[in-house]
């Protein structure tokens, strides 16, 4: 029998008000980085650490449409 996933709530608080420490985006929060930018992150390689595993997390948000969730009102974990 398979485990159901689970979204982890502090991963979400967390890109809530994570943001770009580097580069063209700085200061930006992560969820806002363009899908683009993204997408390139992970044709190259996410960064380590942190930062890696919470721009990996914004890929799969964007690569699901799943944007929504980071919008004001939405239903959150």
Do not use: H
Request: positive net charge.
């Amino acid at each position: 029998m398979s485990e159901e996933l689970k979204p982890d709530p502090e991963i979400f608080r967390k890109l809530m008000t994570a943001t770009m420490p580097f580069g063209k985006y700085a200061g930006r929060r992560l969820v806002d980085l363009p899908e683009p930018y993204v997408v390139w992150f992970k044709q190259k390689g996410f960064p380590a650490g942190e930062l890696g595993m919470l721009l990996e997390t914004v890929y799969a948000v964007k690569a699901n449409g799943l944007e929504y969730l980071f919008r004001p009102g939405a239903s959150r974990p």
